[in-house]
C-alpha cells in the first residue's frame, strides 16, 4: 500500500535526506506537496522527479518562476506564507516538517489541525509554541514523531505506558566544533568556521547552533515537550563521538539507548515507516573501528547557551519562544558578519532580560511574542554596531 507524503522544507537538509529515502522506495510512498523559501530550481527538480501535485514557494516573488518551472507538468504551483500552510493542510497521511525556524510553524499547526501524523525535525517551532502545539495535536489526534535525533533516540527507547519509571532522559551533545576551545579563541570565529560540525553535515542555522549549543538548549525545550517527565529529569551529557545517540535510565537502574553513524536518514526512516521499520542506507555502525566512547559534563561557562535554555523552560511561559527568536535574530547577524560568536548567547540573555510578557496561549500570542523579540534583538544589534 502506498503511503502519501509531503515535506514541508524539501530543499533543505533534512528535506532531500527524506526525499531520498522516499525515491528510493518509489512504490511506497506518494507525494501530495513538496515547499521550500527560495530555490525554485531546487523544488521544480524535485517535484517532477516525484511527481508531486503541489509545490508552494515561500518567497511571494518567486511564484512566477515556480510556475514557469513546472509549467506542462501538471503540478499545482502557488506562493506565498499561505500557500505554504496549504501544502502543509493538504491531506497526506504523512507530513515532515523541515522548514527551519519559526517560519515552520504555521505550516506545522496547519498539519497538527488536520489530525496528521507529522515528523517533527523543525524543532523551533516546538520550542516557541510547545504548549499550543501539544494541545492541538492532542485536540485534533495528531501524531508528533521526533526526527531531531537525540529525540528519535528517547523515543525508541522510551517506554511511552510508563513514563512514571523513567529515571531520566539523557541527552546527548557532541560538543559542537568549539568543545575544547577557549572563550578567547571562540571571539574570533568566522561563520565559515562556525558551520564546520565534527559530526553532521546540516543547514548553517543548526550547524551555528550546535557550534554555540544552543542547538541543545533547543533540544532541552523540545523534548521537555515530546516527553513529559519533567524537565528537571533531562539532563546534557557531552558525547564528542555521536553514536549513543539518547538514553532513558529506568528507576531500577536499567538505561536503554539508541546508536548509529551520524546520517540522518536513519531517524528520518524511522518516522517514515513507523510503526513499522524500513532499510536506509546509512553506514553501518563498527564499533570495533571506533574503538572508544567518551562522555564529559558540558561546560557552562563556555556556553552559556546552556543555562539560558535551562531557565527558559524551567520559567516556561514565554520564555522559550523569546529565547528562541532571539536566538533566530542574532544567528542571522551572526551569519551576515554583523556580530561576533560569543554576542549571539549576548543577545539572547539582554532581550530576555528586557522582555518578559505573560504566557501565550494561542498561535497568535505566540507569533506576537516571537515579532517583539526579534524586534528587541534587532534593535540592541544596531546599537552595537552603531
Ligand atoms: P536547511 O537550512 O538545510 O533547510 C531549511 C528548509 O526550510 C529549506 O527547504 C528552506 O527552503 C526552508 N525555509 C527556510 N526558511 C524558510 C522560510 N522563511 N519559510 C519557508 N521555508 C523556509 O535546514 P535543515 O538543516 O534541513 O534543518 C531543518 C530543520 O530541521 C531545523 O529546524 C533544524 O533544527 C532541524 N534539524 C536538522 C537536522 C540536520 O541534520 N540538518 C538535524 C536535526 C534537526
Ligand atoms: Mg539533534
Redesign the pocket.
Known amino acids: 500500500m502506498t503511503r502519501t507524503v509531503s515535506i514541508?522544507?524539501?530543499?533543505?537538509?533534512?528535506?532531500?535526506?527524506t526525499l531520498d529515502l522516499i525515491e528510493r522506495n518509489r512504490d511506497a510512498f506518494s507525494v501530495v506537496a513538496l515547499?521550500?523559501?527560495?530555490?525554485v530550481a531546487?523544488?521544480a527538480a524535485a517535484a517532477k522527479r516525484t511527481g508531486a501535485r503541489f509545490a508552494a514557494i515561500?518567497?511571494t516573488r518567486l511564484g512566477g518562476a515556480l510556475a514557469d518551472a513546472l509549467a506542462g507538468t501538471g503540478i499545482e504551483t502557488a506562493a506565498g506564507?499561505a500557500a505554504?500552510a496549504e501544502a502543509a493542510a493538504r491531506d497526506a497521511d504523512w507530513t515532515m516538517?523541515?522548514?527551519?525556524?519559526c517560519?515552520?510553524l504555521k505550516?506545522v499547526m496547519a498539519a497538527l489541525r488536520r489530525g496528521a501524523t507529522v515528523a517533527l525535525?523543525?524543532?523551533?517551532?516546538l520550542v516557541s509554541a510547545g504548549d499550543v502545539m501539544m494541545q492541538a495535536a492532542q485536540a485534533h489526534g495528531a501524531t508528533l514523531l521526533p526526527?531531531?535525533?537525540e529525540h528519535n533516540a528517547i523515543f525508541q527507547c522510551l517506554d511511552h505506558a510508563n513514563l512514571a519509571a523513567v529515571g531520566r532522559i539523557i541527552l546527548t551533545a557532541s560538543g559542537g566544533p568549539f568543545r575544547t576551545w577557549s572563550l578567547t579563541e571562540m571571539a574570533a570565529v568566522t561563520p565559515e568556521r562556525a558551520v564546520q560540525h565534527p559530526n553532521?553535515?546540516?543547514?548553517?542555522?543548526?550547524?551555528i547552533?550546535s557550534a554555540t549549543m544552543m542547538?541543545k538548549g533547543?533540544e532541552l525545550i523540545e523534548a521537555h515537550h515530546l516527553f513529559p517527565v519533567g524537565h528537571d529529569r533531562i539532563e546534557i551529557l557531552v558525547h564528542p563521538q555521536s553514536v549513543i545517540h539518547s538514553m532513558v535510565e529506568y528507576v531500577d537502574g536499567s538505561t536503554l539507548a539508541q546508536l548509529g553513524t551520524p546520517d540522518?536518514r536513519t531517524?528520518i526512516a524511522h518516522a517514515l515507516a513507523w510503526p513499522e521499520r524500513m532499510a536506509a542506507p546509512a553506514e553501518r555502525l563498527d564499533l570495533a573501528r571506533i574503538g572508544s566512547l567518551s562522555f564529559e559534563a558540558p561546560d557552562a561557562v563556555r556556553f552559556p547557551a546552556l543555562a539560558l535554555a535551562r531557565g527558559a523552560v524551567e520559567a516556561g511561559g514565554a520564555r522559550p519562544a523569546i529565547l528562541n527568536a532571539a536566538n533566530e535574530q542574532a544567528v542571522a547577524a551572526f551569519l551576515a558578519r554583523r556580530i561576533g560568536f560569543l554576542d549571539i548567547a549576548a543577545i539572547v540573555a539582554k532581550v530576555l532580560d528586557r522582555y518578559d510578557p505573560s504566557s501565550p496561549t494561542s498561535l497568535d500570542e505566540v507569533l506576537a511574542v516571537d515579532a517583539e523579540a526579534r524586534r528587541l534583538a534587532m534593535e540592541m544589534m544596531e546599537v552595537k554596531a552603531a
Do not use: H, Q, Y
Open positions: 514541508l522544507g524539501a530543499t533543505g537538509s533534512v528535506g532531500t535526506s515547499t521550500a523559501n527560495s530555490d531546487g523544488l515561500g518567497d506564507e505554504l516538517a523541515a522548514i527551519v525556524g517560519a515552520g505550516p525535525a523543525n524543532k523551533e517551532s526526527v531531531d535525533s553532521w553535515s546540516m543547514g548553517a542555522k543548526i550547524s547552533d542547538n533547543l540522518m531517524p
